[in-house]
T-cell receptor
């Protein structure tokens, strides 16, 4: 069965640095991959989508890469701020019906 | 646009009792999802509707969970009887189709004692 892993449960970085989060998957080739942000007590909020034929996507301080050979996506937040502190979820398209399978998430803490 | 509405926000019940959650998706979104999120885990899909038809319910424990979306708009998820391991946040999401982002409600936090 398909498996999705986010490389660390928690990541602590200093304000102003670049945060890099990793998402690895096995046993599947998704048509696209999405990243979400989740704050405590709230539902996930969509950030970016990247398709299998796209290498990189950017949105303001966010950048996502998608390497279908390595079966890996990297999510970068540049010039990180304490307000970026949250859990970030990677989600793979599954089954051609718009289903998403989510990873466990990485909790990012940005210290001032 | 108004977001996905869910109620109640919190629910505490004893094991073997029943409970129901309600969801109103974003207007015009044909696809509705129910996810279960256990503390420290990512959301796990329980059921997906396309209009009022079920697309995927392969991970729904059908001996105790049921869901319906009768008029293709709002939806209800029911658990009967509840078990301790059902303690989780139940998230409803909607989308306008394939590749479209999922819009989540803030969920119902269920505690089974």
């Amino acid at each position: 069965s398909q498996k999705i892993e986010q490389n660390s449960e928690a990541l602590n970085i200093q304000e102003g640095k670049t945060a890099t989060l990793t998402c690895n998957y096995t046993n599947y080739s998704p048509a696209y991959l999405q990243w979400y942000r989740q704050d405590p007590g709230r539902g996930p909020v969509f950030l970016l989508l990247i398709r299998e034929n796209e290498k990189e996507k950017r949105k303001e301080r966010l950048k996502v890469t998608f390497d279908t050979t390595l079966k890996q996506s990297l999510f970068h937040i540049t010039a990180s701020q304490p307000a970026d502190s949250a859990t970030y979820l990677c989600a793979l398209e599954w089954g051609s019906q718009g289903n998403l399978i989510f990873g466990k998430g990485t909790k990012l803490s940005v210290k001032p | 646009e108004a977001g996905v509405a869910q109620s109640p926000r919190y629910k505490i019940i004893e094991k073997r009792q029943s409970v129901a959650f309600w969801c109103n998706p974003i207007s015009g979104h044909a696809t509705l999802y129910w996810y279960q999120q256990i503390l420290g885990q990512g959301p796990k899909l329980l059921i997906q509707f396309q209009n009022n038809g079920v697309v995927d319910d392969s991970q729904l424990p059908k001996d105790r969970f049921s869901a319906e979306r009768l008029k293709g708009v709002d939806s209800t998820l029911k658990i009967q009887p509840a078990k301790l391991e059902d303690s989780a946040v139940y998230l409803c999401a909607s989308s306008s189709g394939f590749e479209s982002p999922l819009h989540f409600g803030n969920g119902t936090r269920l505690t089974v004692t």
